[in-house]
């Protein structure tokens, strides 16, 4: 609606100024008038059509491909906590998928009695390095040893101390974190017997994360191109992510023809979650070269850019375009460097063009 207004405002202000007498010297905007491919506006008519200008630079563009993918889980960062002892599980310090695990904090309390035997063996080995300073090598070895065995049942050296320090053992002992994640699986619940290797957690860090993606063949060689890419996600809006192709399946999915990709995508602030949707942007025929904003280009039969030769002043141009992106578009012929295009208000200039001078006025613009 806006838009046709201003329309309307440009038309009658030309259609005034067309009937209205003109009082300057005969001199001035000489030729303008025999020129048909150029429009005079006032600072009040650049205001109604908010024209903006901008300027042609040689700078480096890439054209640039889409396509969709999904957050999951980087693989590499699943941890698998497993029973080290015989024993019944006394207590669970974690029990709901998706809570969050820092390292050191703990996870569960076994009872064993083959771990409860080896403490009092650690702390009888202690006593005799009171009782027996004079077989002392041996005492140490001994000690040693079934410090040792401990530390291999779980316990950590903190543990070990508190053992030595209170020379009591305990019914129960603590196991704790050594990842920090998110518990994806539990497999116990409190009560439950379990021996040597059975598994109980699985803890995932989403320090980094995938994002499984699938692109059509013909798009493949772009992923060589440029191995970082740009990702978007409809959660996270206006920010931006890289990433990194770590796998391209090599097969093709018969039907899809597509191919499946994984993309590695650091996420050291969490705000990645598993099953987001993302939109994965892939840059390719990058070169440097004559660009201007998109906005600039008038499209119709003939491809036209408006430029301004002097304040106030504006010619038309047939341009020759090249590769583009979102935003800007490459220039092959009809401007140089330097040269200020209309980039807010073409469309209006050009009706303005059309109004003053005829539609056939675009017949004699310049290349």
Known sequence: MKTIIKIFVISILFFLAACTPKKESKDEHAG??????MVHLTLHEQEIINLKIDTAKTKT??????FVGAVAIDENNISIISSRVNGRVEKL????????????????????????????????????QTDFTNQKNIVDALVEASRKKLSLWGLSELQLQELAQ???????????????????????SEGEYVSTGTLLFKVVSLETVWVDAEIYQSEIPFLYQSPEMELEFEALPNEIFKGQIIQNAPVLDADKKVSSVKILVANSNGKLKPGMMATVTVKHNQKKTLVIPKSALVLGKK???????????????????GIENKTEIEILSGIQEGDKVVSSGTYLLNSASILKNGANSMGGMKM
């Open 166 to 188: 209170k020379k009591q053992t305990s019914p129960t002992v603590t196991f704790y974190s050594n990842v920090s994640g998110f518990l994806s699986e539990l497999n116990i």
């Open 93 to 128: 310090f974690v029990r709901n998928p998706g809570e969050e695990i820092k390292k050191g904090e703990p996870l569960y309390a076994v009872y064993s009695e083959e771990l409860l035997s080896d403490e009092n063996e650690f702390l009888l080995a202690l006593k005799q």
């Open 61 to 66: 563009i890439f054209e640039t491909s889409d």
């Open 303 to 321: 491809i036209l850019v408006w430029i301004e030769t002097k304040p106030g002043m504006y010619e038309s141009r047939m341009v020759e375009t």
């Open 32 to 37: 303008m008038d025999m020129m048909t491919d």
